[in-house]
């Protein structure tokens, strides 16, 4: 039996606000901890967002969805559990406001879903490309100390966030110790991308001990004892084994007919002495340490001992895996015929020798040669299993978090906008419409023509441009096609966000989402001659129209908007003042920010100049309430401060934005730009996502499998 029932804004606002209610409070370096308690009297003491959300019982099926992308958030990213809900929070509560205002009758929830995911591509991405990506600070630096520190201070603050004042300092520094002990000589990508991979592999916890009792070891900490241990002081061979040693003629492959009882021992004779030939032949190639993923039997572990060799069986396999990849070795294969040949896959260990902590027996292992990483292992301390864990958990992300902070982030070109039909760029007067002048733009096939300069012009992007100083732009008759531009001079919108004609919120624009992109950048085409060659639109796959040989009217003149003509001709303006190519879409590895909500000032500021000048009122509209709740993160970060630090840290901000002065010059800590930005996409996607929901349909039993008795040959 199932019920369906449509999705309700109001619905939506009421449990993200109750979500993110749970956490707010432990947002910021002054925020407390949330104690959890569950109905088996088990309690969770924390203030890792993400520990927290998780750890609820909730029921809305939407609320679980929120959770859910939260959750898959922070497994790329590695941080922003409170930031994300919070966001998400308010800014369903601001389209809630709006629906009530636009009384439900205009205001549809899947146009704005749609917009959502296009001001992530065509705006958000934009902005972090040409507004933001100046006020950038780099984390490296000419010598290492002075990395290490830039790390330190992105650590610090990451830290706080998950387990309070009291022990961040300590965790920074044991993680910053990690980091550069395993990626020492190595590549930096690459091992950050095993110890995220492999970070199971890489800790290990004791409870019950003080937390500074916490620290790295060379090597690798094996979750095992060893079956036979044999001590020794040089460099020792190593293999790994996945099969037993010891095995059945079966399992050798072989088939033998046994008739009495005199054969049977006869097999099991010879059966003991292969075995003991095969660690014989071990020996003989100084093989030292068997590292098994399977029980051996006892007969393998009499003989390893006679032989000198340390054996340790029940190896889990991620750990043979781990160690596959690191040392490059494969496992050896003791069923095939291979006693008389010579072992080849064989690593060096410096050391491999029993470790006890606490009740806990490991096998402790360090070999001489690695790849991919230098090998270390952390011991992670607590008094109880929570902070235990909590330790565990936000030292894990931390490492997740570096791995963003060190991968350049590729954004979307806006010239490669999904939007259709839309004026890919502005006038110098933000005209932003295509005229319809009558005076001819091409007389003759075989000539060139410059356009009049007291005439407005239409650039192969559908740019108009008001009178230009000679000598001006040169086209070819060749190469001109149709326009997007219909006879009243304006373009029809690809979406709306109306069901209606009118609304007195959300209306119908005449322009599209990219009309606003190109007034932020100023160009001024003064002095300039600027030549789109045949040859040049050919390599961008431009159609040549050859059948143009008589006069045309500007009005059936059509320029079709390529992508790859819109990209040469930013690059050359933007390569004539030596300013950031147009290629430069992505941001820099180790791109980083003051922390305390200066991301998202900025970011607030940059977008509400971009909903003044778009001239789409239903993007002006949602751009403008998001520039709003990214304001909420810096008021509940200067809550706990003194009174009105708010106001005057975003009068300092658009203070230094006006005089192209520092910000926040006295500001130490950092925080990641890459992992910003993909928390304010996340959030986009997520609000997405919940908005596009129609129906919410409830099953209330599972459904019943069919009876073996009501098959058809039955009936």
Request: glycine share 4%; charged share 20%; hydrophobic share 35%.
């Amino acid at each position: 039996m199932a019920t369906a029932a449509r999705l309700e804004l109001v619905r939506l606002a009421q449990e993200a606000a109750a979500l993110a209610g749970v956490v707010r409070g432990s947002l910021g370096p002054h925020g407390g901890q949330v104690l959890l308690t569950r109905p088996t009297g088990e309690v969770l003491l924390s203030r890792d967002g993400r520990r927290v959300l998780e750890a609820l019982n909730v029921d809305s099926p939407t609320a679980r969805i929120m959770i859910a992308c939260i959750s898959t958030h922070c497994n790329l990213f590695g941080d922003g559990a409170k930031t994300f809900i919070i966001l998400l929070s308010d800014l369903l509560q601001q389209f809630e406001k709006l629906n009530k205002r636009d009384q439900g009758k205009y205001c549809s929830l899947k146009r704005i879903s749609q917009f959502l995911v296009k001001i992530q591509t065509d705006i958000l991405d934009h902005l972090m490309t040409w507004d933001l990506k100046k006020h950038f600070w780099s984390i490296f630096s000419a010598s290492d100390s002075d990395t290490r520190r830039g790390i330190e201070l992105v650590l610090e603050p990451y830290f706080c966030g998950k387990v309070g004042n009291s022990r961040q300092k300590f965790l920074t520094r044991l993680a910053c110790d990690f980091y550069f002990k395993v990626t020492a000589g190595k590549n930096q990508n690459e091992a950050l991308h095993l110890v995220n991979e492999c970070f199971a592999e890489l800790h290990a916890t004791m409870t019950g001990l003080p937390f500074s009792d916490s620290r790295i070891l060379d090597g690798l900490l094996l979750q095992r004892d060893f079956s036979v241990y044999c001590p020794g002081e040089s460099d020792k061979r190593v293999i790994i084994i996945t099969e037993p040693i010891h095995s059945s003629v079966t399992e050798l492959g072989i088939e033998v007919v046994i008739t009495a009882e005199s054969q049977f021992k006869a097999s099991e004779t010879w059966i003991t002495k292969r075995t003991g030939s095969l660690l014989q032949h071990m020996q003989d190639n100084n093989i030292k340490v068997i590292l098994s993923s399977v029980k051996q039997h006892d007969i393998v572990h009499y003989y390893a001992k006679n032989n000198g060799i340390s054996i340790v069986d029940c190896l889990l396999a991620e750990e043979i895996s781990l160690i596959c990849k690191i040392t490059g070795i494969s496992p050896f294969k003791p069923s095939l015929d291979n006693i008389n040949s010579e072992i080849t896959q064989t690593a060096v260990a410096k050391f491999c020798q029993p470790l006890h902590l606490g009740t806990k027996r490991f096998v402790h292992i360090g070999f001489a040669q690695t790849s991919t990483i230098q090998l270390h292992c952390v011991i992670l301390c607590g008094p109880v299993h929570g902070v235990t864990e909590q330790h565990v958990s936000a030292f894990r992300e931390a490492f997740k978090m570096l791995q963003q902070m060190f991968t350049a982030v590729h954004l979307t070109k806006y010239c490669d906008s999904e939007l259709e039909n839309h004026c890919l760029l502005n006038s110098l007067n933000k005209t932003q419409q295509c005229s319809t002048p009558q005076q001819p733009l091409v007389q003759e096939r075989n000539d060139w023509r410059k356009i009049q300069t007291n005439t407005k012009h239409l650039t192969p992007c559908g740019l108009t441009m008001e009178k230009l100083t000679a000598p001006s732009y040169v086209v070819d008759e060749k190469l001109v096609h149709s326009s997007s531009c219909n006879s009243s001079g304006t373009t029809m919108p690809s979406a709306d966000l109306l069901h209606g004609s009118k609304s007195s919120l959300l209306q119908k624009s005449d322009y599209n989402l990219v009309g606003w992109q190109m007034a932020s950048l100023k160009y001024k085409f003064q002095n300039e001659r600027l030549q789109i060659t045949k040859n040049e639109l050919l390599k961008d796959n431009q159609p040549v129209d050859n059948t143009i040989n008589k006069s045309i009217d500007f009005r059936n003149i059509q320029l079709q908007a390529n992508i790859g003509s819109c990209t040469r001709l930013l690059k050359y303006e933007n390569d004539k003042r030596g300013n950031q190519s147009y290629s430069d879409s992505y941001i820099e590895v180790g791109s980083v920010l003051p922390v305390g909500g200066l991301f998202e000032i900025l970011l607030h500021y940059y977008l509400s100049n971009s909903a003044k000048q778009c001239q789409s009122s239903d993007i002006s509209i949602i751009c403008t309430i998001l520039a709003d709740v990214l304001l909420s993160i810096p008021k509940i970060l200067c809550a706990t401060q003194k009174r009105n630090v708010f106001p005057q840290l975003c009068l300092q901000v658009t203070s230094a934005l006006k005089s192209n002065q520092q910000l926040l010059p006295n500001q130490q800590l950092l925080e990641s730009v890459s992992c910003k930005y993909h928390l304010v996409a996340s959030v986009l996607q997520c609000a997405a996502r919940l908005l596009s929901v129609d129906l919410i349909i409830s099953i209330k039993r599972l459904p019943q499998k069919a009876e073996e008795s009501d098959s058809e040959v039955d009936v």
